[in-house]
Each structure stands twice: as C-alpha cells, then as structure tokens.
C-alpha cells in the first residue's frame, strides 16, 4: 500500500510559477511510474505529467514547455515545477503513483487527496 501526501498549492498570479511536491511512502514506491492529473471546477479529472521510475517523462499539451515533472527516488518524492501559469490551470491537482508509465488514469492505483492551485488573472 503507497501513501501519497501532496504540498505546495496555493494562489499564484498568472504568469507565476508554483511547486508541487508529493511524498510516497509505504511499498516499493520508487519502482512505481508516478503522475500528476488535476480537475478544474465542473471538469472532468486530466492527465497532466508522469514520470517513470528511470525518469522517462510525458507531459499533456496544454503543459509542454512551462511544467516540468521530476523525481527523487532517494527522498521518494515527486515534483511539478509549474512556470507560465495561466487562469486556465486552476485546479485540484492530484498526485498517482502506478505499475504502468502511460496518461491513463485506470492505471495508476494509488492517489492522494489534492493540493488546490488557482491562478488570477
């Protein structure tokens, strides 16, 4: 069983940048692919960035180039390094820590319970 804890939401003015972190622990947790998904108000649940446990990365479009997902399998802890942000990225972001490295949500069997990023405009 992973136990996930996320940090580092907050409020932010667009242009701004912002450090998500999230720290597993409990199982083989530096073996898992872990990503990062969020959910805007009266949205459904995104794919964000993902990370494979030998740092392979893939990121959604709408992030490429201003997001940047990093991990330390010593600390167990991931980040998402957020700059440029934009009105648009407000949302509850959520940490996943899964077997699988891909985007989809139904393959990540762990989360945590989000961390709050709104940005004004």
């Known amino acids: 069983q992973v136990q996930l804890v996320e940090s580092g939401g907050g409020l932010v003015q667009a242009g701004g940048s912002l450090r998500l972190s999230c720290a597993a622990s409990?199982?083989?947790?530096?073996?898992?692919?872990m990503g990062w998904f969020r959910q805007a108000p009266g949205k459904e649940r995104e794919f964000v960035a993902t990370?494979?446990?030998?740092?392979?990365?893939n990121y959604a479009d709408s992030v490429k180039g201003r997001f940047t997902i990093s991990r330390d399998n010593a600390k167990n802890t991931v980040y998402l390094q957020m700059n440029s942000l934009k009105p648009e990225d407000t949302a509850v972001y959520y940490c996943?820590?899964?077997?699988?490295?891909?985007?989809?949500?139904?393959?990540?069997?762990?989360w945590g319970q989000g961390t709050q990023v709104t940005v004004s405009s």
């Open positions: 990370i494979s446990w030998i740092h392979s990365t």
């Open positions: 996943a820590a899964g077997l699988k490295f891909n985007t989809a949500q139904a393959s990540y069997d762990y």
């Open positions: 409990g199982g083989t947790s530096s073996r898992y692919a």
